[in-house]
């Protein structure tokens, strides 16, 4: 069901959660707006995704702590937003998990790019321990949300030791973003507003559930080999001892000073981990010939140019597959890269994938870089799908 009021839209679902969206720039109606829906269904969790051009994390958060202080929260800063009513840009949309279903705790990892990782393992082997020590809670109903700052380039190590310490838990999440600025990306916690730092929120529920990442590209033969680089950066300088822009460029058929976003993103490397490909996508072109990457990167790592299969049509079949799963699917939460975005634009194909979103009732938001278990990824679609609430045996 679906309602408009003061340029806030609310989106109700049977598995009882909420999402309240807008366009408007104004960040305390729209946290009034949170506040009466929190009031009226007993709110116990609310995420928070918005873009940086709608609204100001820190007038964000000091109206959360004024109308709101006792709602546990996060959220992030985007790179687009996924509403009840599709892909958009330049939006805020609050997704609320009623107390009736989900329990929730969560922890905020600061200082990410400079921590020892033993001290993020520690976090979060204390979060699980605590959480897990109730009568009730099954880790067969326990699943984790990660939300990372898009910038901190330590994505790859705090997801691992994040998975490492959750067990069986299952882990989906994404990286925050700043509309490709690149220039700062905000967390929201609780009422504060952090950098360099990232969110884990483990929610139990009653309402079947299934995690699960999807993408669009098949490897081809065509091989790329970093012969230098600046791994701590995520920089290319060389593939196969030439500069990476004017090698990547030949490699695609264009020439290095045509490279653009939407040129990575429709024609991303990947590289092969145990049998599988995963994308390594490429962030930007610098001036020096370098190419930035979203993910790590390191000499002698053997990447694949990949051809992409049809976007929207992977898609909706792999959301179809998980709906089979569950046996019909009421909502989903989904971290959605970038880069699919500006590739389903240059195909021109954007407004179908938001079709399929909408119709899938997706709600989430684009990302600078995915979280599925272990790993970070990019050019990927990562999601948890909710089910229909299971009926009490008679």
């Known amino acids: 069901m679906r309602e408009e009021a003061l340029a806030v839209s609310r989106t109700s679902y049977a598995c009882g959660l909420v999402a309240l969206s807008t366009d408007s720039p104004d960040e ?22 918005y873009s940086r051009s709608l609204f100001d994390s820190g ?33 805020a949309v609050a997704l609320l998990f009623p107390s009736n279903g989900f329990a929730a705790s969560g922890t905020l990892l600061q200082s990410i790019s400079t921590s020892d990782i033993k001290t993020v393992s520690a976090q979060v082997d204390a979060l699980r321990r605590s959480f897990t020590a109730g009568p009730d809670r099954k880790e067969t109903n326990i699943f984790a949300i990660c ?9 790859e190590s705090v997801t691992s030791a994040i998975h490492w310490e959750l067990e069986d838990i299952p882990l989906v999440g994404g990286s925050a973003g700043d509309e490709l600025k690149f220039e700062k990306t ?3 916690w609780n009422g504060g507003v952090y950098t360099d730092s990232a969110v884990v929120v483990l929610f139990a529920t009653d309402i079947p559930f299934h995690t699960f990442k999807t993408d669009n590209f098949i490897a081809t033969e065509n091989k ?57 996508s490429i962030q930007k072109s610098n001036p020096d010939g370098s190419l930035s990457f979203f993910c790590a990167i390191d000499d002698g790592i ?21 709906e089979n799963v569950l046996g019909g699917t009421d909502v989903i939460l989904g971290f959605d890269c970038v880069l699919r975005r500006l590739d389903a634009v240059n195909r021109q194909s954007v407004r179908d994938l938001s079709d399929v979103y909408k119709k899938k009732h997706v709600v989430g938001f684009g990302t600078y870089g995915e979280q599925y278990q272990s790993l970070h990824l990019n050019q990927t679609f990562t999601g948890i799908a909710f089910g229909h609430r299971r009926q009490a045996a008679e």
Request: one cysteine or more; glycine letters at 6%.
């Open 224 to 280: 790329l080999v970093v012969t230098a680089s600046d791994p701590a950066r995520r920089i290319v300088r060389e593939f196969n001892a030439t500069p990476a822009a004017e090698e990547y460029a030949g490699a695609v058929g264009l020439l290095p000073n045509d490279l653009t976003p939407l040129s990575f993103a429709s024609h991303p490397t990947v590289v092969r981990v145990g049998g599988e490909y995963f994308c390594r």
């Open 302 to 322: 053997v990447l694949s140019i990949a051809r992409a299969v049809d976007l929207v049509e992977s898609t909706e079949a792999a959301l179809n597959e998980v």
């Open 59 to 91: 007038r964000l958060a000091e109206s959360l702590k004024r109308r709101l202080p006792a709602l546990p929260h996060a959220g992030c800063t985007t790179a687009g937003e996924i509403t009840p009513d599709g892909l958009h840009e330049g939006q």
């Open 186 to 188: 905000s967390l929201l």
């Open 147 to 155: 939300l990372i700052d898009g910038l901190s380039y330590s994505e």
């Open 28 to 49: 305390d109606t729209f946290i009034q707006n949170v506040a009466a829906e929190v009031a009226a269904t007993q709110t116990g969790f609310a995420l928070f995704f």
